[in-house]
């Protein structure tokens, strides 16, 4: 940014913070700030409590169980094993897939719904896509259950096995549920949240930028890769944050596809764990506060590798934007 | 005279208020009893209740079934009037209910069997498996439908060359708990790895599956040809499903039915909360994998009315309400254990 934007920017800012409360003075518009300031102070609040609450509800197990347990594989909270690697582990791999599957073609779809799709066919199209995302995630498990891991076991998996086999990914034997199966249900879920939100930011890319490619002789793919793309991208990669998010913390759905079984696999087709399936799965039943306090644990661990994954991304997002345009200057 | 909208509106909200508030009390029934906990007594629960609010139309009782460790947690909190548990209170729980309200007074009202069910293309119904069998094959020790020992534990049929994959429970569940505490008492091996509980860790050598509630066992077992897993009678009778005859400790091979159930049960008439398992019993019809589930109720109930509410609505469970256990393939409670159950609620005040 060049140095007479920065003087502007500082200084707009030192407007709005001192100045601007002395310059207005209509009581509503007073209300109007305070209320609004609150209700943005409110949701950082509530975030900070969460993280406070997790943390205190956490502590008889921070205090008790010692780290060389935590960090293994072995969870057996029957006999005081608390093991959290195969959830992270699990939690991890099944939401690379779900983005490494829904992220291009979510991408794609806004594409196509944004640029190429007649006008007659882009809003009901849209709006379909738009209604995967009002699929209620019980009904999502529900089906991965009945559809989906069956078309597992018997197509897609062994396809997988014959060409890719040579691949530890795809080795072993196939249950349908697995890994594998997690990450396709989680890719189906998150790739509304993909498309609608691209669709919005291509949208949003200003006709100069087309109008200027078309003008110096572009074909229409080069159009979309040169202009329309890059202008896009802190968008894109903002829907794909979202979408990752998502995926993180889906647990009643993975839950019925995931095999539940708490251990690292190098196979696709093996059953692993999540974090947030696990939670789903142990919390109504846990007794003992070691025991309890161990699940809140892992939930205030699935919480910080969230906020961990968000605040990569966004610096992701922030090096590419502000490269891109410093480069487009 | 136009009212004016403010005043329209203002009414309205002052209605809906009014309503919100005190409207409760016009249609809510004299005592309305809360419970929570197990997953396995709710089809029951559901039943038995609805009968009994319609012959005792002030009384409404309403179960939630969140889970037998929840439901101990939520009677521990004093959030719900009765718990219910496929297992009674372990001395930590009981401690804590203790130190919370006093004495806790906990009766058995249904009686129920855990199925061992199977998806083998072309083996036949009624397998035939030994205590030993059934351990090998959930510590992974047997992982193959043609392994030796199935085929000589069952002659002329034609096993097929398969490999095992065991379902179990992936929530905390009272089936889980009363499963391996079958396991762990024909299985000394069992019993120091693995252990009973309603959640424990399954051996890692078995090629094993975790699903959510007997639905989910159930489902994995349909769509995997090879797998086997444990669910309640109740559900697998619903569901038609293909289950195993497991040879009980007289040696013989015997089917889960309602009468194989009532018969193990009937070997061990005086069960209470410390002595509660009447797994693998004696009998030669006895079914081996069999189990009581339970009710809290505090021993001093901390309001009069809903205490005789409580006491009156339990005493009719576990006696004319036991009829309405058959029709969801629930085993009646047996008429010593019946008279145990009355005893132990005559205790309450």
Same mark, same amino acid.
């Given at each position: 940014?060049s140095?007479?934007?920065?003087d502007?920017?500082?200084?707009g ?5 001192t100045?601007l ?7 509503g ?12 102070w409110?949701?950082?609040?509530v975030v ?5 609450v ?16 935590i960090?293994?594989?072995?969870w ?10 195969? =959830? ?11 983005l ?15 640029e190429?799709?007649?006008r007659?066919?882009?809003?009901p ?6 209604l995967?995302?009002a ?8 089906w991965?259950?009945f ?13 997988l ?7 530890p990914l795809?080795?072993?034997? =196939? ?7 997690g ?8 790739l509304?949240?993909?498309a ?16 200027a ?19 896009a991208?802190s968008?894109?990669?903002g ?14 759905a993975?839950?019925?596809v995931i095999?539940n079984?708490?251990a690292?696999?190098?196979?696709l087709f ?6 947030a ?9 846990a ?7 161990m699940?809140?644990e ?32 | 005279?136009r009212?004016r ?8 909200v ?45 009384v409404?009782?309403d ?6 460790g929840?439901g101990?947690?939520?009677?521990t909190?004093?959030?719900?009037d009765f ?15 203790n ?6 007074v906990q009766?058995?009202v249904a ?6 069910a199977y ?33 000589a534990?069952n ?13 179990h429970?992936?929530d ?5 708990y009363?499963f ?5 008492r ?7 790895s693995?252990?009973?509980s ?12 975790g ?6 066992v159930?489902?994995?077992v349909?769509?995997?040809?090879g797998?086997?897993g ?16 497991i ?10 039915t ?6 193990a049960?009937a ?13 693998d ?7 081996p ?6 009710v ?7 309001d ?11 005493n009719?469970?576990v ?5 309405y ?5 629930y ?8 008279n ?5 609620l005559?205790?309450?005040?």
């Amino acid at each position: 940014m060049s140095q007479q934007t920065v003087d502007i920017a500082t200084a707009g800012l030192r407007l709005t913070s001192t100045r601007l409360r002395r310059a207005i003075s209509p009581v509503g518009d007073r209300a109007f700030l305070a209320t609004v300031t609150g209700a943005a102070w409110l949701v950082l609040l509530v975030v900070a409590g969460l993280f406070v609450v997790l943390l205190i509800a956490s502590l008889p197990a921070i205090k008790t169980v010692p780290i060389s347990s935590i960090v293994s594989t072995a969870w057996d909270p029957t006999n005081g094993k608390y093991g959290v690697l195969s =959830f992270v582990f699990g939690t991890l791999v099944t939401s690379a897939i779900a983005l490494a599957i829904a992220g291009p073609i979510g991408v794609a779809c806004a594409l196509y719904l944004a640029e190429l799709a007649s006008r007659r066919l882009a809003g009901p199209l849209g709006m379909l896509v738009e209604l995967l995302a009002a699929v209620p995630s019980v009904v999502y498990g529900l089906w991965g259950l009945f559809v989906l891991a069956p078309i597992m076991r018997t197509m897609v998996e062994p396809f997988l096995n014959k060409t890719l086999g040579f691949l530890p990914l795809f080795q072993g034997p =196939f249950y349908g549920v697995g890994m594998l199966a997690g990450g396709v249900l989680l890719s189906i879920m998150v790739l509304p949240t993909v498309a609608a939100i691209s669709r919005d930011v291509f949208l949003a890319v200003p006709n100069e930028q087309r109008e200027a490619m078309l003008a110096l002789g572009a074909t229409k793919w080069e159009v979309l890769a040169k202009a329309v793309l890059p202008y896009a991208r802190s968008g894109v990669i903002g829907a794909l944050v979202l979408a990752l998010g998502r995926a993180l913390g889906e647990a009643m759905a993975v839950v019925m596809v995931i095999g539940n079984k708490p251990a690292i696999a190098a196979s696709l087709f093996a059953p692993g764990y999540t974090m947030a399936s696990v939670l789903a799965n142990e919390f109504t039943e846990a007794t003992g506060s070691q025991y309890v306090a161990m699940l809140i644990e892992i939930g205030l661990l699935l919480f910080v590798v969230s906020l961990v994954v968000n605040v990569i991304a966004r610096t992701l997002v922030w090096g590419v934007a502000s490269g891109s345009r410093s480069r487009a200057r | 005279m136009r009212i004016r909208p403010l005043v329209l509106s203002a009414v309205a909200v002052a209605a809906v208020a009014l309503i919100a508030l005190f409207g409760t009390a016009i249609v809510r029934a004299d005592a309305q009893l809360v419970g929570a906990g197990s997953s396995f007594d709710y089809p029951f629960f559901s039943r038995a209740f609805y009968q009994y609010s319609q012959v005792h139309t002030d009384v409404s009782v309403d179960y939630q079934s969140i889970g037998s460790g929840a439901g101990i947690q939520q009677f521990t909190a004093k959030t719900v009037d009765f718990g219910a548990s496929d297992v009674p209170m372990n001395s930590k729980e009981l401690a804590a209910a203790n130190a919370s309200n006093g004495a806790v007074v906990q009766v058995p009202v249904a009686l129920g069997g855990v199925v061992i069910a199977y998806n083998v293309p072309g083996a036949p119904a009624n397998l035939h498996l030994t205590p030993d069998a059934l351990v090998a094959i959930f510590e992974g020790k047997i992982s193959n439908w043609n392994d030796k020992a199935l085929a000589a534990l069952n002659p002329g049929s034609n096993l097929p060359n398969l490999p095992i994959v065991t379902v179990h429970r992936a929530d905390g569940s009272g089936t889980t708990y009363i499963f391996t505490d079958y396991l762990s008492r024909v299985s000394s091996a069992w019993n120091s790895s693995v252990g009973t509980s309603k959640t424990v860790s399954w051996p890692a050598a078995a090629a094993s599956l975790g699903a959510k509630g007997n639905e989910g066992v159930a489902g994995q077992v349909r769509n995997n040809p090879g797998a086997i897993g444990y669910v309640e009678l109740a559900y697998a009778l619903e569901n038609g499903m293909t289950y195993a005859a497991i040879q009980n400790k007289s040696g013989r091979f015997v089917s889960p039915t309602l009468d194989s159930v009532r018969a193990a049960a009937a070997q061990k008439p005086n069960v209470n909360p410390t002595d509660f398992s009447i797994v693998d019993q004696q009998g030669a019809s006895s079914y081996p994998i069999c189990g009581y589930s339970w009710v809290m109720l505090w021993k001093t109930q901390p309001d009069a009315g809903r205490g005789h509410a409580l006491v009156d609505l339990f005493n009719w469970v576990v006696s004319s309400g036991q009829t309405y256990a058959k029709n969801v393939h629930y085993v009646p409670l047996p008429s010593n254990v019946q008279n145990g159950a009355r005893q132990a609620l005559a205790t309450i005040h």
